[in-house]
């Protein structure tokens, strides 16, 4: 820790205490969807034309609604509302660095403030208070010595109005020393802290899927046991294209013990609004959602374009799907005990080149068969996990061979 608070650490709250026992029963949590690109659902048809900024200072400009939007996520059921804060870190930039500085260098944190309010209204409402969690939002593509300081001065805000927890989301590179003090402070307010990248299997990502591969096969493994060590409770994919999340959600489980979840977009970015995917309908979004629970997702949701509309479809298959356990059927191939580490690589490398091969990839899928094509050591912790997870069912339910 390299910056210390002034205050005790916060306890947990009630709210949170129910997503740790969904998390810690396999039960699966349901994330909100996109704050911003929800509001272009709600606004008046004069308001949509401008040209707002979707970010913090819409809790200024739009509060009501900003409002209807957490009303309409609570709604559909969802477990966890994210606030509209997102931006809040490039707001205090603004601020400080805008034409009446020291006249805005507070408002970005009234605006924080606000944001926590406006979740914990629409919860109250709807008597989900100590069940729903509020989550405080924050971008953290870039956390750097001047985000430190500003997060310093959010946590000093938690401490008169906490959130149930906090998600440092979005995270576009591996977190360098600078990134892993920021998230470790935060950590060190007590508060739950769950960290999700723009990621691939194969290496960070940009937002329409492109991979960028990581400077080591290690790198991204080395920094999730960091994140863990320093008290991170969830690791995520989001702000990726669909498709991305099921091969990424596997990936994820193979590379740390902490839950994980996915919480993709739908649509793309055009210019100051977002052009909404309307060929994935709620039916079809549930189905995905149900599929990145069968790879292994604790956390399920949605990011930019995925609306309270889709999230109450998941809602209601999740609800129908029996607690804690999500069994699906795989096929993995293994070398007898002893074999040559040398000669299990080259097979596995083999066996990765064919699975990958485009005539396979099509008969699979005719067949409704995903290949994942993992390494030795990611099928081995893989099997350690079913392991566990079935061997505890067995004996809970006192199912004995017939």
Not at 268 to 287: C, L, N, P, Q
Request: proline share 6%.
């Amino acid at each position: 820790m390299t910056s210390g608070h002034y205050f005790a650490e916060l306890p947990i709250s009630r709210a949170y205490e129910r997503i740790d026992a969904l998390l810690a029963a396999g039960d699966p949590v349901l994330l909100d969807g996109g704050v911003a690109t929800e509001l272009q659902q709600v606004q008046s048809e004069d308001r949509a034309r401008r040209r707002e900024p979707w970010g913090t200072w819409t809790l200024f400009q739009g509060p009501v609604e900003v409002l209807e939007v957490h009303r309409r996520y609570v709604d559909a059921g969802c477990d966890v509302i994210s606030t509209n804060t997102w931006s809040v870190l490039e707001a205090a930039d603004e601020a400080a660095s805008g034409p009446q500085p020291s006249s805005r260098n507070t408002l970005w944190l009234e605006a924080a403030r606000l944001g926590m309010r406006l979740a914990r209204q629409a919860i109250e409402e709807a008597g989900r208070a100590g069940e729903t969690a509020a989550a405080f939002c924050i971008n953290s593509s870039l956390l750097d010595k001047r985000a430190t300081g500003r997060l310093e001065l959010l946590s000093w805000l938690w401490h008169d109005e906490p959130p149930d927890l906090v998600i440092l989301e979005t995270l576009e590179s591996i977190p360098d020393d600078v990134s892993l003090n920021a998230i470790e402070m935060v950590c060190d307010t007590g508060l739950p802290v769950w960290v999700s990248f723009r990621r691939a299997r194969e290496g960070m990502c940009s937002i329409d899927g492109d991979v960028r591969p990581d400077p080591s096969p290690e790198a991204f493994r080395a920094s999730l046991e960091k994140l863990e060590q320093m008290g991170v409770r969830a690791v995520s994919v989001n702000c990726v294209p669909s498709d991305r999340v099921p091969d990424t959600i596997e990936y994820l489980r193979s590379q740390t013990s902490l839950p994980v979840g996915g919480y993709p977009n739908l649509g793309h970015s055009a210019g100051a609004r977002w052009e909404f995917d309307t060929s994935i309908g709620v039916s079809e979004y549930a189905r995905m959602a149900s599929s990145w629970v069968d790879a292994g997702a604790l956390i399920v949701g949605g990011c930019c374009g995925v609306t309270a509309k889709h999230l109450a479809g998941v809602r209601t298959a999740l609800n129908e799907a029996a607690p804690g356990t999500y069994p699906t059927s795989w096929f993995a191939m293994v070398s007898p005990g002893g074999t040559s580490p040398a000669i299990t690589e080259k097979l596995s490398r083999d066996v990765v080149h064919a699975l990958h091969a485009p005539n396979v990839q099509s008969k699979f899928q005719t067949m409704l068969l995903r290949t994942v094509a993992s390494s030795p050591e990611e099928t081995k912790a893989f099997l350690q996990r079913e392991t566990a997870l079935w061997r505890d069912v067995i004996k809970t339910n006192g199912i004995a061979l017939h």
